[in-house]
């Protein structure tokens, strides 16, 4: 399928660099359809996308990765935009719940190993759905932290544990936090009001904190630690930029199921 030849996506990276995400978005579901889908956590970003996805392209599936462990403001919000928009947003969810975890690994793994804690309540359930995916929307921005300035606006990667390649979709990867709340204000979109009280970003309860708002975005997840990513945006890698990198990485899945 050309669409998921490297060569090609590097291209339409590119091609789009400087491209409207309506643009961006309407090619992503025009080309890949239903095995298209936007992840979302409701953040500020997130809220710019789904307003410009029930723009262009409506029939665009959502998802939400529910950890058990978010904010009620959260979970209203998820329940506001769906009558908004008039849909039903997908809930990705653990294989095991808070109390079997507590048992399994215990109490507030959290605290002790939260990069853990993030694999099993965030990054497997998130594997899980990507390997059903052709492709997958996310409102990253290059300016939101060190480890997501280099994020390209389509990317291509490997989903883990099927060998199927994955189109990631990064259609806003060039606004501004600023562009953002423009643009929340300028259209009177709801956001999470834990944003009024200082939290730049909101993520599980136990692992976020108010730090102001003229704090960094990523400042108040996981406060007083080096930790600045759950993991479903680190765990697949870097995008493969070459057909060779490609067949290299098949080759290593085909080992593995072997």
């Given at each position: 399928?050309?669409?998921?030849?490297?060569?090609?996506?590097g291209?339409m990276?590119?091609?789009?660099e400087d491209?409207?995400?309506?643009?961006?978005?309407?090619?992503?579901?025009?080309?890949?359809?239903?095995?298209v889908?936007?992840?979302?956590?409701?953040?500020?970003?997130?809220?710019?996308?789904?307003?410009?996805?029930?723009?262009?392209?409506?029939?665009?599936?959502?998802?939400?990765?529910?950890?058990?462990?978010?904010?009620?403001?959260?979970?209203?919000?998820?329940?506001?935009?769906?009558?908004?928009?008039?849909?039903?947003?997908?809930v990705?969810?653990?294989?095991?719940?808070?109390?079997?975890?507590?048992?399994?690994?215990?109490?507030?793994?959290?605290?002790?190993?939260?990069?853990?804690?993030?694999?099993i309540?965030?990054?497997?359930?998130?594997?899980r759905?990507?390997?059903?995916?052709?492709?997958?929307?996310?409102?990253?921005?290059?300016?939101?932290s060190?480890?997501?300035?280099a994020?390209?606006?389509?990317?291509?990667?490997m989903?883990?544990?099927?060998?199927?390649?994955?189109?990631?979709?990064?259609?806003?990867?060039?606004?501004?936090?600023?562009?953002?709340?423009?643009?929340?204000?300028?259209?009177?979109?709801?956001y999470?009001?834990?944003?009024?009280?200082?939290?730049?970003?909101?993520?599980?309860?136990?692992c976020?904190?108010?730090?102001?708002?003229?704090?960094?975005e990523?400042?108040?997840?996981?406060?007083?630690?080096?930790?600045?990513?759950?993991g479903?945006?680190?765990?697949?890698?870097?995008?493969?930029?070459?057909?060779?990198?490609?067949?290299?990485?098949?080759?290593?899945?085909?080992?593995?199921?072997?």
């Amino acid at each position: 399928m050309t669409i998921r030849n490297p060569e090609w996506i590097g291209r339409m990276a590119l091609q789009f660099e400087d491209a409207p995400t309506e643009e961006i978005l309407s090619w992503a579901w025009e080309r890949l359809g239903p095995d298209v889908a936007v992840g979302t956590a409701f953040g500020a970003s997130g809220m710019v996308l789904l307003h410009i996805r029930h723009q262009v392209a409506p029939d665009m599936p959502v998802f939400f990765v529910d950890t058990s462990f978010q904010f009620p403001e959260t979970l209203e919000l998820k329940a506001r935009v769906e009558s908004l928009y008039n849909m039903k947003i997908e809930v990705l969810e653990p294989e095991i719940s808070i109390e079997e975890q507590d048992v399994e690994h215990g109490l507030e793994l959290y605290n002790r190993d939260p990069d853990q804690c993030c694999w099993i309540r965030k990054v497997e359930p998130l594997q899980r759905k990507l390997r059903g995916l052709d492709g997958w929307v996310s409102s990253l921005r290059r300016d939101q932290s060190k480890s997501r300035e280099a994020i390209e606006i389509m990317e291509l990667h490997m989903a883990s544990g099927s060998g199927r390649r994955l189109v990631k979709v990064n259609p806003m990867a060039n606004w501004t936090r600023k562009q953002i709340w423009d643009y929340i204000l300028e259209h009177e979109l709801p956001y999470n009001p834990l944003m009024d009280q200082g939290y730049t970003s909101v993520g599980c309860w136990p692992c976020t904190r108010s730090v102001g708002s003229d704090a960094g975005e990523r400042e108040g997840r996981w406060a007083g630690t080096d930790k600045t990513e759950c993991g479903i945006h680190t765990f697949l890698g870097t995008s493969a930029s070459s057909a060779n990198e490609i067949a290299d990485r098949e080759a290593e899945v085909h080992e593995a199921v072997e």
